[in-house]
């Protein structure tokens, strides 16, 4: 693994209708079969994993992701680009507001078997 800290970090903005000045501090270059781990204020965790093919982004959304309290929801904003989000259970409101503000949709909560399987049934005649 390589980490290469920028310092000072790089500020830029983002968003559309509320602008806020973002903070890129590192790069992290990971060799295969090695993983990173992120952590909340409460400890909560999110890991990104390299594999020789490409990358595990998140641990399971089911799984691993309900356990450290982070719910993983997929939104599209204005422009029609999709994101996958984690929400720290218990900041929903915040992340309500956030949406709002940014004119995002959200499309689907991805953090219950019950929705991912709802969500492969509708897309199953697409393969």
Not at 17 to 36: F, G
Not at 67 to 75: D, I
Request: proline residues 3%; aromatic residues 12%; charged residues 30%.
């Amino acid at each position: 693994m390589d980490i290469k800290t920028i310092n000072p970090p790089r500020i830029f903005e983002v968003g559309f209708e509320h602008k806020i000045k973002m903070s890129d501090c590192a790069k992290i270059k990971l060799n295969t079969n090695e993983q990173v781990t992120f952590l909340t204020d409460t400890n909560g965790e999110y890991d990104v994993a390299k594999k020789d093919w490409g990358f595990y982004a998140t641990p399971s959304l089911n799984g691993r992701l309900a356990q450290f309290k982070l719910r993983p929801a997929l939104v599209k904003n204005g422009e029609n680009r999709f994101f996958i989000l984690l929400v720290e259970q218990g900041k929903e409101n915040l992340f309500y507001s956030y949406i709002e503000v940014e004119n995002m949709q959200i499309v689907s909560w991805l953090d219950t078997t019950e929705s991912l399987l709802k969500l492969e049934e509708s897309l199953k005649n697409e393969k």
